[in-house]
């Protein structure tokens, strides 16, 4: 790849190359897996969620088979000039569509830059309607936000193993302006889907407006994908770059509510390196630098990895939720104070989830957050909702396990994926020829799907003695009150016992 500088300040990506995955073998073997990763969710999970609308109480959308299939995505977030759009434009060795530089806040939308043959810009409504972009959920967000969202596509070796997504900077204190959507519900609606979350700061910026204070929030229950990158870390000398340290990790320290400490980078990316730059720190920062480039590297085998994971914890949640749901339609009255009796469930909630968690020996842990449930409830129907399914739990609990994890064994190991020290571990039955995987596709498929139930026989034949004695009963009787009031003969009447009679 062309260097955009000659400073070496700019990212080394060319080691980006061991990354992509260049053994055919390899591709068709996660392009199978992601196949059968599709198969397993819509065959055993999706439909547990459907019978008892999961979305409604939860904040996550529906997956698609474009969500499962799409490639890694990182995230920048960061206060204005910390220098996000430097970074994706230093890593690509050039400038991406629509991207510019300054010192005053100047990405003002989100951009998902992505791989293309040529350069051209999609507009966000036009982005999230694309089939083959995996942005269809962002709707939801409104005109306001789709009209400050657009995905810039130029060719690049570094895009083809992930999508970077940049985020409008934030400006310090109070003075954010009302940017006419909600922020941070983007923010989190980004998060769950990135693979990598990149906290950028400046090393003379340190402190944490309100909003970006919410943003990390947002990043609640993905703390794992979060690294937090300490940009411009040369233009400070060593005594003053210890003290910036410690400063950034205290404030971090008062708005991430987690024992473990985040890895932060130390790092200086420019596309024109400075003349008033330190040097004191110079291998440092290289070392870190080199360190960050690791992270992304691994992005794809990571990717494959977490996508398996989100799957078995969204089946986890989903199952949870629908003996929930199960649980308090089981209270509910048939006819009458059916608006009283909800009301009571949805004050009682917690003592209704440790009823749930004893029955059924489920950890509190899976069970959702109990103001957000309780607000779901709200105008609600549970008449609406199905009963228990055996059914469905029972495919549920055989793609968790069984079918996903056989699909995380079949993930190749990062020393084989990323580089060429460790021996290829092909299966030689699959990877050396494909033609039988694909003459046999169906049955690969089909083996995902719940198996039909057999017809229980002798439940039907009862059902059918039952009907025929409920309706001996009813003539006998209907008969006596007819011949009482006069309205049928007797002899015609014992004409027609006598025939079903007969037939029983």
């Given at each position: 790849m062309p260097d955009l500088s000659e400073s070496s300040e700019t990212m080394n990506t060319s080691d980006f190359e061991v990354a992509s995955l260049k053994n055919p073998g390899y591709v068709r073997k996660f392009d199978r897996i992601i196949d059968d990763l599709q198969d397993v969710y819509?065959?055993?999970?999706?439909?547990?969620?459907?019978a008892y609308n999961f979305e409604h109480f939860s904040s996550s959308a529906p997956l698609g088979n474009d969500d499962i299939a799409a490639k890694p995505m990182v995230l920048l977030i960061g206060q204005y000039s910390t220098g996000k759009t430097t970074f994706i434009n230093s890593l690509l060795k050039k400038s991406y569509p629509s991207s510019h530089i300054g010192v005053e806040p100047t990405t003002d939308r989100f951009i998902a830059v992505m791989d293309n043959p040529t350069d051209r810009i999609i507009p966000g409504n036009a982005a999230a309607v694309s089939s083959a972009l995996p942005f269809k959920g962002l709707d939801k967000f409104g005109q306001a936000f789709l009209s400050r969202f657009?995905?810039?596509q130029t060719p690049s070796p570094v895009l083809q193993n992930f999508t970077i997504v940049d985020t409008p900077g934030i400006l310090s204190?109070?003075?954010?302006?009302?940017?006419?959507?909600?922020?941070t519900s983007v923010i989190e609606w980004f998060a769950e889907r990135a693979d990598l979350v990149l906290l950028l700061f400046d090393s003379h910026k340190l402190d944490i407006s309100n909003e970006l204070k919410a943003a990390i929030h947002a990043l609640k229950g993905h703390e794992e994908k979060v690294r937090v990158v300490l940009n411009k870390s040369d233009m400070v000398n060593q005594q003053q770059l210890m003290r910036v340290y410690g400063a950034l990790m205290w404030s971090l320290g008062k708005v991430v509510h987690t024992p473990e400490v985040m890895r932060v980078y130390l790092v200086s990316i420019w596309l024109e390196r400075p003349s008033n730059a330190f040097d004191d720190c110079r291998s440092l920062l290289e070392s870190e630098k080199k360190d960050l480039l690791s992270d992304l590297q691994h992005l794809p085998i990571n990717a494959a990895i977490r996508k398996v994971n989100e799957i078995v914890k969204r089946a986890r949640l989903a199952r949870v939720h629908a003996l929930i749901i199960a649980h308090l339609r089981e209270k509910m009255p048939t006819f009458y104070g059916k608006a009283a009796a909800l009301k009571n469930l949805s004050d009682n909630l917690p003592n209704e989830f440790k009823a749930v968690s004893k029955k059924y020996r489920l950890p509190m842990g899976d069970f959702p957050d109990v103001e957000r449930f309780r607000e779901a409830l709200v105008g609600m129907?549970?008449?609406?909702?199905?009963?228990?399914?055996?059914?469905l739990l029972v495919a549920s609990?055989?793609?968790?396990g069984k079918d996903l994890p056989e699909l995380l064994q079949r993930l190749p190991h990062h020393s084989s994926f990323t580089g060429t020290t460790a021996k290829p571990e092909l299966d030689s039955e699959e990877d050396e020829d494909d033609e039988p995987r694909q003459r046999g596709l169906a049955r690969t498929r089909s083996r995902y799907a719940p198996a039909k139930p057999e017809r229980d026989v002798s439940a039907i034949v009862?059902?059918?003695?039952?009907?025929?004695?409920?309706?001996?009963f009813t003539s006998v009787v209907g008969g006596t009150v007819a011949i009482k009031m006069g309205w049928v003969d007797r002899r015609v009447l014992a004409t027609l016992l006598a025939t079903l009679d007969s037939h029983l």
């Open positions: 819509s065959h055993k999970i999706r439909p547990l969620e459907k657009q995905v810039s204190g109070d003075k954010q302006r009302d940017r006419g959507y909600d922020y129907k549970f008449e609406q909702f199905s009963v228990l399914n055996e059914k609990d055989e793609a968790l009862y059902s059918i003695v039952l009907f025929m004695l409920v309706l001996f």
